[in-house]
């Protein structure tokens, strides 16, 4: 389990869920049952004389350490330091080992094991999920306080520089742990972010695609039924496509198809509103609105752009220039049933527009 805890708010919301929180706090209590657990064992291990200060270090400063965490994920800023919070309790745990290592040194010349600092380090790394520079940072201050330890107390005689190159170096091979994790997963994050782009984006014109333009049409609808607003259904269809096509070939009718999306993006330009390709060289829009004047300027606006690119359809049997139709359904949310009844009386309208002629709108 890897929990991506973030130092900045905005990630975070978008990152962790509550059930890594959940699985955060069982690992604090795990580590604090692995700590009581070694108690049990190192007790059988320490002299006498250290038992006190053995039980005191373990029991009042280490525990209570990780209950502060644990105590700490609770509070409603947790999720912003939580990794200056991972930190703060790999290194206050870690120095409470060397506290405990020179203790059992200068009071009873007991080596006692450094092994733990390393757990701590590693379960802050890879079960809090530590991030590469906190990870550093954590390995730096660490390896500082080991060596530091040996220059003031040859704890463990002939073994003393080679127990602290395997700390230094275990801690290295942990940030470098991390920071492969950190790159994969970034890498991870990218893969997916241009995944979710390539489900919901129509390739050619950019726009929504058929399955994206419905889900974000379908919400949009729910959000505004609920507040009772205005809304319209614009279908758009290119005039006379087959003959375009036909006479100036596939590469120009695709380049069609993205002038048509670029029309939609000039005119339909709020944040809220929602452009797609529906499908071959038919578009739709959802768009708000508080009157009905508002739908019929931005229609206007549409056919206006296309007369003004002025593109050559010759063999079509009226205009030759290139053109679309628009059908448009608007009202009150509250009076249509669902998305697909609007898009169904838009399309309505759309075919009255071929109909009359071409190169106008309808509103249904
Ligand atoms: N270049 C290109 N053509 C497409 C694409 N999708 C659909 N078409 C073409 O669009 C044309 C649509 O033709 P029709 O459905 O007969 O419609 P139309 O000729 O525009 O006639 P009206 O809609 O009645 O004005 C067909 O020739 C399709 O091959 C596309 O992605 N690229």
């Known amino acids: 389990m890897d929990f991506t805890f973030m130092p900045t708010p905005s990630v975070e919301l978008n990152t962790v869920s509550s059930r890594d ?14 700590i009581s657990l070694f108690m049990i064992g190192d007790l059988q291990l320490v ?21 502060g965490l644990l105590a700490f994920t609770f509070v409603p800023q947790f999720l912003r330091f939580a990794q200056t919070a991972f930190l703060a309790t790999v290194l206050s745990l ?4 060397y506290y405990l290592i020179h ?9 006692f094991p450094y092994e733990g600092t390393l757990l701590y380090a590693f379960f802050g790394f890879f079960v809090f999920g530590m991030k590469f520079y906190y990870a550093l940072t954590a390995m730096l201050i660490s390896s500082v306080g080991f060596v530091g ?9 002939d073994r003393t520089w080679m127990n602290a190159g395997f700390v230094v170096g275990s801690l290295f091979v942990g940030v470098i742990g991390r920071h492969r ?11 997916n972010e241009q995944l979710v782009g390539l489900s919901t984006v129509d390739g050619l014109t950019e726009l929504f695609n058929r399955r994206a333009l419905m889900s974000e049409s379908e919400r949009l609808f729910a959000l505004k039924r609920r507040a009772n607003h205005r809304l319209a259904v614009f279908m758009m269809d290119l005039d ?16 069609a198809i993205r002038i048509q999306a670029d029309i939609m993006r000039q005119v339909l330009k709020r944040q809220t509103d929602i452009l797609g390709r529906y499908g071959g060289e038919e578009f739709m829009a959802v768009i708000e609105g508080d009157h009905a004047d508002r739908f019929e300027r931005l229609a206007t606006e549409i056919l206006r752009q296309w007369q003004e690119r002025a593109v050559p359809n010759e063999d079509s049997p009226n205009s030759k220039i290139l053109s679309c139709s628009i059908g448009i359904c608007q009202g009150l949310a509250s ?6 009844d609007m898009i169904r009386k838009a399309d309505e309208a759309l075919y009255c527009a071929k109909k009359q002629g071409r190169a106008r709108y309808v509103m249904g």
């Open 181 to 191: 994790i950190d790159r994969l997963l970034g890498q991870l994050e990218g893969a």
């Open 94 to 97: 870690t120095y409470a080992n």
């Open 335 to 340: 009076e249509f049933d669902s998305i697909d």
């Open 103 to 111: 203790v059992a040194w200068e009071q009873a010349s007991f080596s």
């Open 47 to 67: 002299p006498p004389e250290l038992s006190g200060a053995y039980i005191t270090n373990r029991a009042l400063i280490q525990l209570p350490i990780l209950a």
């Open 149 to 157: 330890l040996m220059l003031l107390d040859s704890v463990y005689g």
């Open 21 to 34: 929180l959940l699985m955060l706090r069982l690992s604090i209590v795990v580590g604090g049952i692995l």
């Open 240 to 255: 006379h496509f087959k003959q375009f096509n036909d006479r100036y070939g596939h590469q120009e009718g695709d380049r």
